[in-house]
C-alpha cells in the first residue's frame, strides 16, 4: 500500500481538503475523496489493475495517484463543486444539523464510489478538462540517440507547457512503430516525473524494407501531443 495524499486546498475564502489513498494490492483502487465543513462533497474511486497485469510497479501506481489527486484539486479550483457547495451551505442551519446531514451524506457519497455506480467526479473532470484543452497546449521534446531500425536507442521525453513553460508531471508516454510492412507495435510507454521527465530504451526491431516511423505521443491534463520520426 503507497501513502496518500492529504491536501487542503483554499477556494474563494473556503478550505476544502482532498484526501486521495491506496486500497492495497488486494483490493487495487486509488479512492479520493474531497471534504467541506466534515461533509463529504465528492468521491472518485479508480481501478490501477491494469498496471499490476503490465508489471508495473509502485512508481506507476504513485504516478497515478498523484495524477488523480491533481484533477481533483483542479476541478475544485476550476469552481466545478460550486453548485454541490451551494447545495451544502444552503440556508443558515444549526451546526448539529450540518454535521448529522453530513454524515448521512458521506456514509451514500462513499457507497457509491466504492461500488463504482452513481455521480462522481469523472464528468466533471472530463468537463474541466475539454474547457482547459482550448486554452492549453502540451510540448514534447525528443533528446538522446536518434531510433535506428535494429537498435536499441536510450531517449527523453520531456513534457512541457506551451502556455506557462513549465514541466508537465503524470504525462502518460507511449512510443509506437508504424510501417507499411507489419502491424504497429508500442516499444515502450511510461509516465513523465515531476520534471516532466520520462527516460526509455527503444528496441526498435530490424525491418524488412518498407516506409517506417516511431511516433512517440504523449497525454496529460494540459492536452495530448506527439513526435513522429521517420526511420
Known amino acids: 500500500m503507497i501513502t496518500g495524499h492529504n491536501t487542503d486546498v483554499r477556494y474563494k475564502e473556503r478550505v476544502f481538503h482532498v484526501q486521495t489513498e491506496d486500497k492495497g494490492l488486494n483490493n487495487p483502487f486509488i479512492e479520493s475523496v474531497v471534504y467541506f465543513g466534515g461533509q463529504v462533497m465528492a468521491a472518485k474511486r479508480a481501478t490501477y489493475a491494469d498496471l499490476l ?55 451514500s457519497l462513499l457507497d457509491q464510489a466504492r461500488d463504482d455506480e452513481g455521480p462522481t467526479l469523472d464528468q466533471v473532470i472530463l468537463d474541466y478538462l475539454t474547457t482547459e484543452a482550448h486554452h492549453e497546449q502540451l510540448a514534447l521534446v525528443l533528446s538522446g540517440e536518434a531510433f535506428a531500425a535494429g537498435r536499441t536507442s536510450r531517449v527523453a521525453v ?4 506551451v502556455r506557462s513553460g513549465l514541466p508537465v508531471a503524470g504525462a502518460q508516454v507511449t512510443v509506437k512503430l508504424i510501417s507499411t510492412v507489419r502491424e504497429p507495435v508500442v516499444l515502450g510507454h511510461g509516465t513523465t516525473d515531476d520534471e516532466g521527465l520520462l527516460r526509455v530504451d527503444v528496441a526498435v526491431p530490424t525491418l524488412p524494407g518498407g516506409m517506417a516511423a516511431v511516433i512517440v505521443s504523449a ?3 494540459v492536452g495530448s501531443s506527439e513526435v513522429k520520426q521517420l526511420l
Open 53 to 107: 497485469q503490465q508489471g508495473e510497479g509502485s512508481a506507476a501506481i504513485s504516478s497515478r495517484m498523484d495524477n488523480q489527486h491533481r484533477m481533483m484539486i483542479a476541478a475544485i479550483r476550476a469552481g466545478k463543486l460550486d453548485g454541490k457547495l451551494r447545495d451544502i451551505i444552503g440556508p443558515e442551519v444549526s451546526d448539529e444539523t450540518r454535521l448529522a446531514d453530513g454524515r448521512t451524506a458521506a456514509a
Open 219 to 221: 497525454t496529460s491534463l
Open 158 to 161: 520531456r513534457a512541457s507547457s
